[in-house]
């Protein structure tokens, strides 16, 4: 659950068909005047009271502080229950000041409290108890169910229909005995030691004539 700078759904997906009512300020018993601080409910329904599978809730906030969401969700022999999916959800970290106020939001199905599956009403309930903002709510609501896998694509033709000898060799079994590879490597090593020493000794052989240095050869510095 994160605010954005824009709308998060992406594109291609469809939301689910809705009927929204109109935020109801909870008002105090027996009173004209709102409570402060200030809690309001907004319920969303699917259409003749259909039920849905809901996979991500996504609104851009209008000053509300906190949020919970509650679902009623069909239960056996067609009965409904409540449940709270999630609880006082910080939208403005400081209910006082601008932070958070007009962010959009994405509640996605794994971050839920419990499952929200076979809903049939999903309740918001907004709180603000900053003296600040006369007014608050959520905008832009939007429902989404869970996306339908990708079918897998079909891999080329030419790779299917590759015969066996296009295909990678095998080295397995095609590799020669360590043992028989150490030893000739050792033995080009020590036949390119006798042959660099035998040029060495060549070199410095040259002025030798008889065993002896022909001293009209040797030059001093």
Not at 65 to 74: I, K, N, P, T
Not at 133 to 160: A, C, M, N, V, Y
Not at 187 to 193: F, N
Request: contains cysteine; neutral net charge.
């Amino acid at each position: 659950m994160s605010g954005a700078p824009g709308p998060p759904a992406g594109p291609g997906r469809c939301p689910l068909p809705c009927a929204l009512r109109p935020a109801a300020t909870i008002q105090l018993g027996g009173g004209a005047e709102p409570a402060r601080p200030g809690v309001a409910i907004i319920d969303l329904r699917f259409p003749r009271g259909a039920a849905a599978d809901v996979q991500e809730i996504v609104f851009r906030n209008f000053y509300t502080a906190f949020l919970s969401v509650r679902v009623q969700r069909l239960g056996p022999a067609g009965s409904r229950r409540w449940v709270t999916c999630l609880r006082d959800y910080c939208l403005m970290p400081c209910p006082h000041t601008e932070e958070g106020s007009q962010d959009y939001f994405s509640l996605r199905r794994h971050q839920m409290l419990c499952d929200v599956d076979q809903v049939t009403v999903v309740r918001f309930i907004l709180r603000q108890p900053s003296p600040v903002w006369l007014h608050f709510t959520i905008e832009e609501l939007q429902i989404f169910p869970p996306g339908r896998k990708s079918p897998q694509k079909d891999f080329p033709s030419w790779l299917s229909q590759l015969t066996p000898p296009e295909q990678p060799a095998s080295l397995h079994g095609e590799l020669p005995d360590p043992e028989k590879v150490s030893t000739e490597v050792q033995q080009m090593w020590v036949l390119t030691e006798v042959i660099r020493a035998r040029q060495a000794a060549a070199r410095i052989g040259r002025f030798d004539v008889d065993g002896c240095y022909d001293i009209n050869l040797l030059s001093y510095t």
